[in-house]
């Protein structure tokens, strides 16, 4: 069976609290995403830290994903992130 997945740019959100971080990313607005990180084409810890990296730096990355409805609403799970450079102004 082959799985293929979506690409798309987005520019994460990261919300620290005591709990954990939540990422999200609004896509063609006023739509918000809840992420999901998924397993298998990178590790699950280099893809948090990836997002986590761009949230704080506002920076935008290429993602492989799939899309679901879930429990609280819209959510993407992202198996692959790839930073986009920063564009010179």
């Known amino acids: 069976m082959q799985v293929s997945f979506n690409k798309r740019t987005i520019l994460p959100t990261a ?3 005591d709990k ?3 990422l999200s990313t609004t896509i063609f607005s006023p739509v918000r995403y ?3 990180i998924g397993s298998g ?3 699950p810890e280099q893809i948090k830290a990836v997002l ?3 949230a704080d730096n506002a920076q935008e990355v290429e993602i492989e994903f799939t899309e679901a409805q879930g429990r609280f609403g819209a959510e993407l799970t992202i198996f692959s992130v790839k930073p ?3 564009k010179q102004a």
């Open 15 to 17: 919300y620290k609290n």
């Open 20 to 22: 954990g971080t939540y």
């Open 34 to 36: 809840n992420i999901k």
């Open 41 to 43: 084409m990178m590790p």
């Open 52 to 54: 986590e990296e761009c």
């Open 84 to 86: 986009v450079p920063k």
